[in-house]
C-alpha cells in the first residue's frame, strides 16, 4: 500500500509541477526575492568561535571574569625592532604617531614610551608621583642615552611590556574602549584608521612597524573570510561547470544547473540572514558546499531526462519519468546528505548548530529547486540535439565500467586482503593524531598579519591572553602582604615557563612602589618586607597616580586580582601541560578556604572547546551512521543489508583518520567535520547501487551474480560521474589561505575518492560472499520505499 502512494505521490509531484510552470517560476523567483531582502540581516563575526555551550563550567568562569575586570581581549599593539629607531628624528616620530591614536573615539588609551612614567618619592606629602620619562620631545642624543639607560637598566617593571632589553624592541599598547572590541566599530578602525597611518610612517621612515593583538588579528582574520567566500563560490561555479560541460558537451545543461546552485545559494545567505546568523569560519563554506552537491543531483536529473528523450523521443514523457522515476532516489541521497550535517544541530556548542541548521535546510532547499527548475525549464526548451546525446554511448565510460567489474570477478581475494591491510595501517596512523586547540593555527600562513604574531611571540613569548583570576573572599584582601607573597610565588613558576611571557599584575605595582620608596634604585625592585609594607602602602594610599594604575589589576573592591600573561602558539598537549603545572602550584600556594583562583583566558577557552567537540565528534558521526541506517532500514528493511551497507563507507573514514595520523594533520574543529560530512555524502552511492540491486534480483528471479554485475553496470558511471564533482568541488577548498580549511577540503575529497572505490568494489564483493545469507526473499523483505519504481526499464542509469 504505501508503495502504490509513494508512486501515485511522484505522479501527482509530476504533473504538477508540469501543469503549474510558470506559477512554480513565479513562486521560486519571489522566495529568491524574499531572500535576497534578508541578506541585509547577515552579520560578520568580530569574536573567536565559542565552541562551548553557554552553560560550560570554563564559559561561565570566562564570563564572570568579564563581568570583573571587562573585556581582556581590547589591546592592540605595535612594535619596531630597528636600531635606527633610536635617533632623533625617527624616535619622536614614533612618539607622534602613538600619540595620534588617543584623539579617536574609538580608544581608551594609548601607552607608548613617551608615556611612561616615573614611580618617583614625595618626602614631603609622603606620597608616591609619576613623573614622565620624556617630558616633551627628544631634542638630543644626550636624552636618547639617558632614555636607554632608564628604559633598559632601571625599571623593570616595563619590561616585556613596552620593550624588550635584551633585543631592544619597542612597543606601543593601545588600548581600544571596550563596548566596541565586538563590534564592527573595531573594523572600521583598524581598516580605516590604524592600516593607513602606519603604511605611511613606514613609508616616510622607512621603519618596519609590526601590528598584533587580538583585536587587530580578529579583524583581519574575518576580512579573510569575508574575501574568501567569494573566491570559494567563483571557483565552485568554475570548477562544476568545467566537469559538467565535459560530461555533457552541451552549454545549455550548463547554463541550466548554474541557474540551480545559484539560486540555492542566493537561497543559503537567505537563510543565514532570516535566522540571524553570524557569517563564521565555518557557515562561510556552506555556499559553496551547496554548489559542489547541487551539481550531482543536477547530472543525475538531465542525464535521465536525455536518456528517456533518446530512447523514445515524447519530450512530456520523458520529463514526467524524470520526476516519477528519480524524485525518490535525489530526495533519499539528499536527505541522507543533509542528516550528516543536521546531527551538529544535536551538539551543545552553538557554532555546530547554526553550521548544522544552515547546511542541512540549504541541502534540501537545493533538492527543491533541482526537481522543480530543471524539469520545468526543459519543457519550454526544444529536444537535445544529437551531439548532446553522444555522451550517453562513451566508450571510455564503459571501459571502466567493464574493469572495474573484472576485478570483482577475479580479484575479490586481493580486494579484502588490501581492506584488511588499509585497515590496519589506519588503526596505527589514528594512533598518531593529536589534537590541536591553537587559537591561530588555521589563520593564514601567508599573511603579514600572521607573519607579526610570529614576532612578537619571539620578542614577548606571545600575544594569547592568559589569565588568572585571584579571589581572596574579602574585600581589600588583595594589597594583603600575604596575598601579594602567595601571587608572586605563582609568577615566579610562570617567568621560569619558558611558553609564557612575564606576568603583569599588582604584585608588580607594589615591587614598583618599593623600588620608589628606595628613590628608584632597582636592587628593591621586590615585594616589601612586613616591615616595610605598612608605610610604603601609606605612600601609595596618599597616591591618586597609584589608583589610576592598580585600577586595572584590582576590582574596585580590593577582592580580586588579576595576573595577566600571553601565551605562545603552542600545542595541546604543551598547554594541557602548563595548566596543569600552574594548577598544581595554586592548589599548594593558595588555601582553597581562603582563596579561590581560576584560570581563564581566550586562548584557554579555546582549547577546552576544541577538547569538547573532540568528544562531541564521536556522538555526531554517531548519530549520523545511527540516522543514515534507519533509513537503509525503513528502505531495506534487512538488517544484514545495513551492516553489509555499513561496511563500506566507514572503512574510508577510517582511513582518512590513519592518514591524519601518518601526515601530522591534528583534530580540530574544521578537521572534525570531515567525518559526519563525507559519510552523509558518500552513503548516497550505497544507496544507489542496493536500490537497484534488490530490483534485480526480482527481476532475475534471485540469481546473485547476475544481479550485482548488472547493479554494478547501471549505477558504476553514476557513482563516477558524481564522484568527480564531488572529488574536485571539495578539492577547490584547498585554495584557501586558511589551513582548517584547506585540511577540511582536502580530507573530504580523499574520503570521497575511497567512498567510491569502496562502494564500486568492496561493496559488490561482499554481496557476492555473503549471497547465501542475505540474498533471499526472508532476508530482503519488501522495501518501504522503492526509491527506483520496478517497472523503470535499464535505460534507468543516469
Known amino acids: 500500500m504505501l508503495k502504490l502512494f509513494t508512486k501515485d505521490f511522484w505522479d501527482i509531484i509530476a504533473r504538477l509541477i508540469l501543469r503549474n510552470k510558470i506559477a512554480i517560476l513565479v513562486s521560486i523567483i519571489i522566495i529568491t526575492i524574499f531572500f535576497s531582502l534578508q541578506w541585509k540581516n547577515m552579520r560578520f563575526t568580530y569574536t573567536e568561535a565559542n565552541l562551548l555551550p553557554d552553560d560550560h563550567e570554563v564559559n561561565m568562569t570566562y564570563k564572570n571574569f568579564l563581568k570583573i575586570f571587562g573585556e581582556e581581549g581590547n589591546l592592540i599593539v605595535l612594535g619596531v625592532k630597528d636600531s635606527s629607531l633610536f635617533t632623533v628624528k625617527k624616535l619622536n616620530a614614533w612618539n607622534n604617531l602613538s600619540d595620534s591614536f588617543k584623539k579617536y573615539d574609538e580608544v581608551e588609551t594609548v601607552v607608548s614610551i613617551k608615556d611612561l612614567q616615573k614611580l618617583v618619592k614625595d618626602t614631603i606629602n609622603e606620597k608616591f608621583v609619576l613623573e614622565p620619562f620624556i617630558k616633551d620631545s627628544i631634542s638630543s642624543t644626550e636624552q636618547i642615552a639617558i632614555l636607554e639607560n632608564d628604559l633598559f637598566k632601571k625599571y623593570p617593571f616595563y619590561d616585556n611590556f613596552l620593550f624588550n632589553k635584551d633585543t631592544r624592541t619597542i612597543r606601543t599598547a593601545i588600548y581600544l574602549k571596550k563596548d566596541i572590541v565586538n563590534t564592527s566599530v573595531r573594523k572600521d578602525f583598524v581598516i580605516s584608521v590604524l592600516q593607513p597611518q602606519i603604511e605611511a610612517f613606514e613609508i616616510v621612515h622607512e621603519i618596519d612597524v609590526r601590528v598584533s593583538g587580538m583585536p587587530y588579528i580578529r579583524t583581519l582574520n574575518s576580512q579573510n573570510i569575508v574575501d574568501e567566500i567569494g573566491l570559494f563560490i567563483g571557483a565552485a561555479l568554475l570548477v562544476t561547470s568545467l566537469i559538467f560541460f565535459f560530461f555533457f558537451r552541451s552549454f545549455r545543461a550548463t547554463l541550466i544547473s548554474l541557474v540551480v546552485v545559484c539560486t540555492g545559494v542566493m537561497w543559503t545567505f537567505g537563510i543565514i540572514g532570516l535566522l540571524n546568523y553570524e557569517i563564521t569560519v565555518l557557515t562561510a563554506l556552506i555556499p559553496p558546499l551547496i554548489i559542489v552537491i547541487g551539481i550531482p543531483n543536477c547530472i543525475f536529473l538531465i542525464n535521465k531526462y536525455q536518456r528517456e528523450v533518446k530512447l523514445h523521443g515524447n519530450k512530456v514523457k520523458s520529463l514526467q519519468r524524470v520526476i516519477t522515476k528519480i524524485g525518490n532516489a535525489t530526495l533519499m541521497t539528499n536527505v541522507t546528505t543533509a542528516s550528516g550535517f543536521a546531527t551538529f544541530m544535536l551538539t551543545e556548542s552553538q557554532l555546530l548548530k547554526e553550521f548544522g541548521t544552515v547546511a542541512s535546510l540549504s541541502i534540501l532547499a ?208 604543551k598547554m594541557e601541560h602548563i595548566e596543569e603545572n600552574v594548577q598544581n602550584k595554586i592548589n599548594n600556594v593558595f588555601p582553597k578556604d581562603q582563596y579561590n583562583v581560576t584560570m581563564t583566558g581566550k586562548a584557554l577557552v579555546f582549547q577546552k572547546g576544541t577538547k569538547y567537540l573532540v568528544k562531541n565528534l564521536a556522538i555526531s558521526l554517531s548519530l549520523a551512521i545511527f540516522l543514515i541506517s534507519l533509513f537503509m532500514a525503513y528502505m531495506f528493511r534487512s538488517f544484514k543489508m545495513i551492516v553489509v551497507s555499513l561496511i563500506p563507507n566507514l572503512l574510508p573514514l577510517l582511513i582518512t583518520a590513519g592518514l591524519m595520523g601518518y601526515l601530522g594533520v591534528p583534530i580540530k574543529p574544521s578537521t572534525i567535520l570531515v567525518f559526519s560530512i563525507a559519510f552523509g555524502i558518500s552513503v548516497d552511492d550505497t544507496i544507489h547501487f542496493l536500490a537497484k540491486y534488490r530490483q534485480e534480483l526480482q527481476a532475475n528471479h534471485w540469481r546473485i551474480n547476475k544481479s550485482v554485475y548488472a547493479a554494478l553496470r547501471e549505477t558504476g558511471v553514476s557513482m563516477f560521474y558524481t564522484s568527480i564533482v564531488l572529488f574536485f568541488g571539495f578539492s577547490v577548498f584547498t585554495i584557501s589561505s586558511f589551513g582548517g580549511t584547506v585540511a577540511l577540503g582536502g580530507l573530504v575529497s580523499i574520503t570521497l575518492l575511497f567512498a567510491m572505490l569502496s562502494n564500486l568494489v568492496l561493496l559488490p564483493s561482499l554481496l557476492l560472499s555473503l549471497e547465501r545469507s542475505i540474498a533471499n526473499k526472508n532476508v530482503l523483505k519488501e522495501p518501504a520505499i522503492n526509491i527506483i519504481p520496478e517497472e523503470e526499464e535499464e535505460d534507468s542509469q543516469y
Open 366 to 573: 537545493i533538492f527543491i529547486l533541482c526537481i522543480l527548475i530543471i524539469p520545468i525549464l526543459y519543457s519550454f526548451l526544444p529536444y537535445p540535439k544529437e551531439r548532446h546525446l553522444e555522451h550517453l554511448n562513451r566508450r571510455w565510460v564503459g571501459y571502466f565500467v567493464s574493469w572495474i567489474e573484472r576485478i570483482v570477478k577475479r580479484k575479490r581475494i586481493a580486494i579484502y586482503a588490501t581492506s584488511v591491510l588499509l585497515l590496519i595501517l589506519s588503526f596505527i596512523g589514528i594512533y598518531q593524531i593529536r589534537i590541536s586547540g591553537s587559537l591561530i593555527e588555521d589563520m593564514p600562513k601567508n599573511t603579514q598579519f600572521f607573519k607579526d604574531i610570529r614576532f612578537f611571540e619571539e620578542e614577548f613569548n606571545g600575544i594569547m591572553p592568559l589569565e588568572i583570576m585571584v579571589d581572596t573572599k574579602r574585600k581589600k584582601g588583595v594589597l594583603k602582604l600575604s596575598t601579594l607573597k602567595r601571587m608572586n610565588e605563582l609568577e615566579e613558576l610562570i617567568i621560569e615557563t619558558p611558553e609564557l611571557s612575564k606576568p603583569i599584575s599588582v604584585v608588580s605595582l607594589v615591587k614598583y612602589s618599593k623600588q620608589a620608596y628606595y628613590n628608584g634604585n632597582p636592587k628593591h625592585y621586590q615585594l616589601p618586607t612586613s616591615q616595610e609594607n605598612s608605610f610604603i602602602l601609606s605612600y601609595a594610599k596618599n597616591s591618586t597616580s597609584n589608583v589610576d594604575l592598580f585600577k586595572n589589576f584590582v576590582d574596585s573592591t580590593g577582592q580580586y586580582a588579576r595576573i595577566t600573561t600571553f601565551m605562545k602558539d603552542i600545542g595541546t598537549d
